[in-house]
């Protein structure tokens, strides 16, 4: 198992664990929306749970809608923000 493949599984685990979710990370795919119709359907309530969860776990600070917006789309996404952080 790779780097990604690792990180993504963390992230996945991150989310079911802090939004209590009805699916496993297993079940999450790396490219299922968040919210909205056809993914998690996750709420505003859910984002904000999620951009804590990412500061406490791996530092990454999103500063504002706009940005949360662009990273909080998907586990591919997230994952992607979370590279960023560790390579800096």
Known sequence: MDENNNLKERIKNLLV?????????????????????GGLG????????????????????IPDPA??????QNVNTITEAVQQKLAA
């Open 17 to 37: 664990e802090n939004l209590m979710l009805q699916v496993t990370a297993a079940e999450i795919g790396d490219e299922t929306p968040l919210f909205g119709p």
């Open 42 to 61: 996750l709420d505003s309530v859910d984002a904000l749970q999620i951009v804590v969860a990412l500061d406490k776990n791996f530092g990454v600070k």
């Open 67 to 72: 940005a949360a917006k662009q990273i909080l």
